[in-house]
């Protein structure tokens, strides 16, 4: 459905944008419906950018984003922007900074009905909001015509998410989406993107905690510095992380029920050579290379490699 | 010096009436051991944090005390307070880029800050340095200006200062939340180490995360709606959690390699109660599945194995 092939992005940084800043670097991959690939970065990896190109919201510099085989950043004219977004849509990290807080919340979806449902009877239009609220677990007469600062952020990141449910949508993009959410709240927004997955939803699910990345998705993406480190079915990577980067950034997490030291310990097991060094001839020197079904391994960056 | 938190209340003023943010919590932290609080957003957390150091204007200490090492600490008497702040309790905020001032030096801008406490910054340089080495910052840094460090070398910056005069409780209120996972260790294992070498007495490690506070914490507190839920040995708040909120939060938490398709966790139904007119008894009650009659009476925080309190009526 989605596919990104080779798409670098970058910025013009510095006094009067003399200095490229390499933000994204040759990033390929793929998001089938039904299917959730997180992308797994720290900050400055590049994965908020990753989300913003497909979005539109960014111009990509070279590579391509298609979306159904269609290049997203050849869509001209109005018409095929919008007809883009009945079909992709984004929330984002802060719900708060999503709502006008001089209106009731009600406006985000006024909003929506001007655009794509001009021509909707009031009571169909009243009917399918209530389906889309009820469809993310709330109560449509204990959030409508609330402002707000009378509803919590898992409240209103749901509602976000009811919004885009609205449309026709096929892709969803979540940029960091519970980072500002309670723990107890968290794990509601993440079985909601679970349901809409079983649904034939596509999601793109961008975070920087690796515990939330793996909870649910199909294939996990791991940045660095804008490049691919490692990529593969989440239960592959997790089990039997192969880039040292991955192992690194595991071994940091905090568990609850294993100490750093015993994730240290584990850490010291060989990690081998550079696969992509190692593995001479390949087309791209600089490409993930295949270590497992699906699993794909990028260049170490490590004292051996060249550059 | 041991911290005794017994009882504290701590209300904020506003047009509507007075929010009950922190409401009967008690805590006690040993010398030298990290406590680690836990709890959602707007259980009084922070609240715990500020009146411990600084209440600004909307804060009124309505009752209960705080005790260090036995004295107890004025801490509604702002200016009674100007004597402890810093060299006794000191505080490290969330913040780290937000606290340091942009346009000094951050040498210079240290120096002011120790005149300013009444020490002589050319007697304290040499401790400064040999502590700013400790984690593992040049003292270089203290003629950089805070926009050239990264965000987990201007905490650990911040680190350094806020217990340069070893202060016998240290407050730490969300330190490495804005931090990403490498730099969140590399900060918590410092303020471990500096606890270990005796530079901090107490700790207050308060944080959102209760997989952080697993990492460093000696005891656990988990506060609920402004009161302490339960307080144990972290091993044991984690392993025998027997508060029926810290069981429920504990499951919420999606662990690294846990997935939707194994497992599915359920999240806390329901959310807090407003605070500017809570309800009597249990607090936790209309959430909790074990609710019964008696918790419409406040459970009292009692202890139910060596160092392990909790307040609910249902817990053995």
Same mark, same amino acid.
């Given at each position: 459905?989605?596919?990104l ?8 940084v ?27 970065g ?14 539109r ?10 979306? $159904?085989?269609? *290049? ?6 109005h ?20 709502? *006008? ?9 006024e ?8 021509a909707?009877? $009031? ?13 993310? +677990?709330l109560?449509?007469?204990q ?6 600062h ?10 976000l ?7 026709d ?12 959410l ?8 993440l079985n ?9 939803l596509g ?25 691919i480190?490692e ?6 990577v997790?089990?039997?992380?192969r880039?040292?980067?991955t192992?690194?950034?595991?071994? +940091? ?6 100490t ?41 960056s490590n ?5 | ?16 009436? +007075? ?36 209440m ?11 005790r ?24 490290i905020?969330?913040? &780290? ?23 002589r910054?050319s ?20 003629k ?7 965000g987990?070398?201007k ?8 217990t ?19 730099n ?7 303020l ?10 107490a ?7 209760l997989?952080?506070?697993?990492q460093? &914490?000696?005891?656990?507190?988990v ?5 302490? &839920?339960?307080?144990?040995p972290?091993?044991?708040?984690l ?53 019964f ?6 459970p ?5 194995a060596?160092?392990?309190?909790v307040?609910?009526?249902?817990a053995?």
């Amino acid at each position: 459905m989605l596919t990104l092939e080779r798409v670098s992005k970058v910025y013009r940084v510095g006094t009067f944008g003399t200095q490229p800043l390499n933000a994204v670097r040759d990033v390929s991959l793929t998001v089938p419906p039904g299917a959730v690939v997180s992308l797994i970065g720290e900050s400055g990896s590049g994965k908020s950018t990753i989300g913003r190109m497909v979005l539109r919201l960014t111009s990509v510099t070279s590579g391509t984003i298609a979306f $159904d085989g269609r *290049n997203v950043a050849g869509l001209n004219g109005h018409r095929a922007r919008k007809e883009y977004y009945r079909h992709v849509q984004g929330v984002f990290q802060d719900p708060f900074s999503c709502f *006008n807080p001089i209106f009731p919340v009600d406006r985000v979806f006024e909003l929506l009905r001007g655009e794509y449902f001009a021509a909707t009877p $009031d009571t169909e239009w009243r009917a399918s909001m209530r389906r889309s609220i009820e469809r993310v +677990s709330l109560d449509p007469g204990q959030v409508l015509g609330r402002y707000p600062h009378q509803l919590s952020g898992g409240q209103l990141q749901r509602l976000l998410i009811a919004r885009a449910l609205m449309l026709d949508i096929r892709l969803l993009v979540a940029d960091e989406i519970i980072s500002m959410l309670d723990a107890s709240t968290r794990i509601d927004v993440l079985n909601l993107l679970g349901d809409l997955r079983e649904e034939g939803l596509g999601i793109l699910f961008v975070t920087h905690d690796l515990s939330l990345g793996t909870y649910v998705s199909d294939t996990t993406v791991i940045l660095r510095r804008g490049r691919i480190a490692e990529t593969g079915p989440t239960g592959e990577v997790f089990a039997s992380p192969r880039h040292p980067y991955t192992r690194g950034l595991l071994a +940091s997490v905090p568990r609850m029920h294993r100490t750093w030291a015993e994730a240290d310990a584990e850490l010291d097991a060989e990690t081998g050579p550079c696969p992509v060094h190692d593995s001479a001839g390949s087309e791209h020197p600089a490409d993930p290379v295949e270590v497992g079904a699906g699993h794909f391994v990028g260049c170490f960056s490590n004292d051996t490699c060249p550059e | 010096m041991t911290v005794e938190v017994s009882e504290l209340r701590v209300h904020y003023r506003t047009l509507r009436g +007075s929010v009950q943010a922190l409401d009967g919590a008690s805590m006690e932290v040993g010398d030298g051991a990290i406590m680690g609080v836990v709890g959602e957003s707007g259980c009084g957390k922070s609240t715990l944090g500020k009146s411990l150091i600084r209440m600004d204007g909307r804060m009124r200490h309505v009752g209960g005390s705080v005790r260090l090492g036995g004295e107890e600490l004025p801490i509604g008497d702002d200016r009674a307070m100007q004597a402890f702040r810093y060299h006794e309790v000191s505080l490290i905020p969330q913040y &780290a880029m937000s606290a340091l001032n942009p346009t000094r030096r951050i040498g210079r801008m240290i120096g002011e800050l120790l005149e300013s406490r009444g020490v002589r910054f050319s007697e304290a340089k040499r401790e400064l340095t040999r502590r700013l080495e400790l984690v593992g910052l040049d003292g270089d840094v203290l003629k950089r200006f805070p926009i050239e460090l990264s965000g987990g070398m201007k905490q650990r910056v911040v680190l350094v200062l806020s217990t340069l005069r070893d202060p016998s409780l240290l407050i730490a209120d969300e330190a490495t939340s804005a931090l990403d996972v490498a730099n969140q260790r590399a900060v918590a294992e410092a303020l471990v180490g500096f606890r270990d070498r005796g530079f901090v007495g107490a700790m207050l490690f308060i944080s959102h995360d209760l997989a952080l506070v697993a990492q460093i &914490a000696d005891t656990v507190t988990v506060m609920y709606a402004g009161r302490s &839920a339960e307080s144990a040995p972290a091993s044991e708040l984690l392993r025998r959690p027997r508060h029926p909120y810290t069981r429920m939060l504990l499951s919420a938490v999606p662990t690294v390699g846990a997935t939707i398709d194994e497992r599915r966790q359920e999240g806390i139904p329901g959310s807090p109660p407003s605070l500017l007119d809570p309800p009597t008894g249990c607090r936790f009650k209309d959430r909790c599945p074990l609710a019964f009659d008696q918790c419409e009476t406040r459970p009292p925080f009692v202890e139910v194995a060596p160092g392990h309190r909790v307040a609910c009526w249902k817990a053995e």
